[in-house]
């Protein structure tokens, strides 16, 4: 799981990190994970969001495929309260609930070679005939909730909205400022040094804490991977 600290903020799977700038008044959420219980939970969200204590500004930077449609509106709400001046940058993905998570920022800024998706909710159902109806009864009253919500922020009409959805529609960055996703594109500047040094920290000590496989074939395999990994990173 991930773990929010005052400074210098690690997620053990090397998948995201918060990190706070500018006296400690500034903070950065890098949502680079799946919503819900196989990624970022509502719950453990809320929880490190409020222990980082006051804060004035929080950069919210998403490359997500999106998850669980109620932990994903829970975030967004609570992103929505926080008294901190909410910003949402999107790195490289924001799809499906990942994009509602967005609409929480006063402004919504999209990398040039990012993308946003929108789509129905669905889900798995089992049951008779009447279990499928009040599924197909509840999938509608979400996306309601989804269509005002985008609505809330793009200012289109809710037949808009409903349409993509539909459509499943991705959205290339000027396309989704044009639709009102987003407000601006990015510099695409470079992600702060600090960050990539601690990332390519957890990375060597993640191989140097591993043992060596026994098998010859697991052992070559494992040298190859440690091999090619830490040259990626540069350590």
């Known amino acids: ?13 090397h998948r995201s990190l918060v990190n706070r700038s500018n ?8 949502l680079y994970e799946e919503i819900g219980f196989w990624g970022v939970t509502a719950k453990k969200f809320a929880d490190d969001l409020n222990a ?15 998850g669980d449609v109620f932990d994903g509106l829970a975030i967004y709400n609570t992103l929505l309260r926080h008294p901190a001046t909410v910003n949402v940058e999107i790195d490289g993905l924001a799809a499906s609930i990942a994009s509602i998570i967005a609409m929480a920022g006063s402004t919504v800024a999209i990398s040039p070679n990012a993308m946003m998706m929108i789509h129905d909710p669905w889900t798995i159902a089992l049951g008779g005939a009447e279990d499928f109806r009040k599924t197909a009864e509840l999938l509608d009253q979400v996306k309601t909730s989804l269509v005002s919500t985008y609505q809330a922020k793009t200012g289109q009409t809710a037949t808009a909205i409903a349409e993509k959805m539909s ?11 044009d639709f009102g996703l987003a407000d601006e594109m990015t510099d695409a500047a470079p992600i702060e040094a600090s960050a990539v040094s601690r990332l390519r920290k957890s990375l060597a000590n993640h191989y ?28």
């Open 167 to 177: 459509d499943e529609t991705w959205f290339e960055a000027q396309e989704a400022i």
């Open 208 to 235: 140097a804490e591993r043992k060596l496989p026994e098998e010859a074939p697991e052992r070559s395999e494992w040298l190859a991977s440690r091999e090619y990994a830490i040259k990626l990173a540069g350590v």
């Open 52 to 66: 980082l204590g006051d804060v004035s500004t929080i950069t919210v930077r998403i490359n997500s495929p999106g």
């Open 1 to 13: 799981m991930w773990q929010f600290e005052k400074r210098n903020f690690r997620i053990e799977d």
């Open 23 to 30: 006296g400690d008044t500034d903070a950065t959420i890098w």
